[in-house]
């Protein structure tokens, strides 16, 4: 067998593979994906599971005309998340270890590194790490959503160089495989755009969630952070075996060659902005002075409340949306500077503290 050249890879399992008929765990497709990760990690490649399957593994254990409820799928994600784990955890010899998370926890810079060293450390002395969404404690505001953009986000936390996204299908298709019978599936895809997004449609089983649309935007995800990224069909024993053969038995999405550093992609990615500052024109020209950073004097508008180190964007007067950006002012502070422009107070102020947000923090958006 080829020695494959993969350091760190983290694989996404959904929730079709783990509860096929909605009752219960079933080992059926999981013993394979078991099987892969041992193989994987004897080659000396570390290896991260997301795990998707919670609701649909402890769906049986609650009455069919309650399911549809926002707190009887929380309880049925509580109740299978304990079901699913005791499954993945019969499969090894070696220890794993649950981690549960929500959109709260990494878009906080402190929670985020924090994740990050507990999942170096559980790597680093041969556990597994096995992430779900903690759907128990979401709320709207505070969750992900689908494990396929979760997992892309773990992949950049963790700096793996590979994200294989375990579905129902084999890939990504033209159209989708189980509406058109003349879908053809793309084995390749070079770099995402809008015609790549066309193609995604929803998921058709009842149990899957955001279908292809965030499986490309997870792609898009990884890739700008230099992980190259699979879909793959996860019901085929040949899938696992064509990838250790160092086959590509899916599609595959190339990294991007010039990937975005950890920070910045965290912040376009996977931050959340707390509040906005209006400049006016492009900001282009901001970033092109000696300082390559806007001053306090060159914001417009400040909208919403933020403090020091939070994620803010930058918008410019036409609305386009222009970066997002770490705040070295507080929005209390900037209103303030605001309403006492020519005082000698403000002006030191900003001679002491420097640039409201600085060249080395700041990411910048496709215009939108
Ligand atoms: N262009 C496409 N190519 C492949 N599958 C597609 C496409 N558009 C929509 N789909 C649907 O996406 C589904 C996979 O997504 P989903 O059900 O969310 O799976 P998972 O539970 O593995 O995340 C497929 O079963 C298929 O019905
Ligand atoms: N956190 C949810 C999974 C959400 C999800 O994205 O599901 P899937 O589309 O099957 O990967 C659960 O454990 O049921």
Wanted: glycine fraction near 8%.
């Amino acid at each position: 067998m080829q020695k494959l050249n993969w350091r760190r890879i983290v694989l996404k399992v959904g929730s079709a593979l783990i509860a096929p008929e909605q009752d219960g765990c079933r080992s059926r497709y999981l013993l394979t994906i078991a099987q892969f990760i041992v193989r994987c990690r004897a080659q000396g490649i570390e290896v991260i599971l997301v795990s998707s399957g919670s609701v649909a593994a402890g769906s049986h254990l609650f009455p069919e005309q309650e399911k549809r409820s926002v707190t009887m799928k929380k309880a049925m994600a509580a109740a299978g998340q304990t079901e699913m784990m005791a499954m993945w955890d019969r499969f090894f010899d070696f220890p794993s270890a649950q981690i549960l998370l929500t959109h709260g926890d990494l878009r906080d810079r402190e929670r985020y590194t924090s994740i990050r060293e507990t999942v170096f450390t559980l790597l680093e002395h041969g556990v597994l790490p096995i992430i779900n969404e903690n759907d128990t404690v979401t709320t709207d505001d505070l969750k992900v959503g689908d494990n396929d953009n979760l997992s892309a986000m773990v992949a950049a936390a963790a700096d793996a160089d590979a994200l294989m996204i375990f579905s129902d299908v084999d890939g990504l298709y033209d159209k989708n495989p189980n509406l058109h019978e003349d879908a053809v599936l793309l084995p390749e895809i070079d770099s995402i755009d809008e015609s790549i997004y066309a193609m995604a449609g929803c998921a058709t089983s009842a149990v899957g969630t955001g279908g292809m649309k965030t499986k490309i935007e997870a792609a898009e995800k990884a890739t700008s952070h230099g992980i190259t990224t699979f879909i793959l069909n996860g019901f085929k024993e040949e899938t696992f075996n064509r990838l250790l053969a160092g086959d590509n038995p899916g599609t595959i999405f190339k990294p991007y060659e010039k990937p975005m550093q950890e920070a910045v992609h965290w912040m376009t990615h996977t931050a959340n902005e707390q509040g906005e500052v209006v400049v006016e024109g492009s900001f282009d020209e901001s970033l092109k002075d000696e300082d390559g950073c806007i001053r306090s004097d060159e914001i417009v508008a400040v909208h919403g409340e933020f403090g020091v180190g939070d994620t803010i964007l930058v918008r410019s007067d036409d609305g386009t949306r222009l970066a997002k950006a770490t705040a070295n002012y507080s929005s209390c502070l900037l209103n303030f500077i605001a309403d006492n422009e020519q005082s000698e107070f403000s002006e030191k102020m900003q001679d002491s503290i420097g640039p409201v947000v600085s060249e080395k923090d700041i990411a910048l958006l496709e215009k939108s």
